[in-house]
């Protein structure tokens, strides 16, 4: 049976807890769109980040 040599400092264990208080990620609406989006992401929908076309648009045929 594993069993820990020594005993886990308050720090380390901590460190190990912090991952507990991460949040939820968050999302903007999009000027144009109207779509939710993550922050500074490219809208998938549009393919437009920061007024720029950066991918090419998909067409729903």
Do not use: C, N, W
């Not at 939710?36 to 720029?52: A, I, Q």
């Amino acid at each position: 049976m594993a069993v820990p040599k020594r005993k886990t400092s308050r720090m380390k264990r901590g460190f190990r807890r912090s991952t507990d208080a991460l949040k939820q990620p968050a999302y903007v609406e999009d000027k144009d769109s109207g779509e939710l989006r993550r922050p500074h992401h490219v809208d998938l929908k549009s393919g437009m980040y920061r007024g720029r076309q950066i991918l090419a648009v998909k067409d729903d045929a």
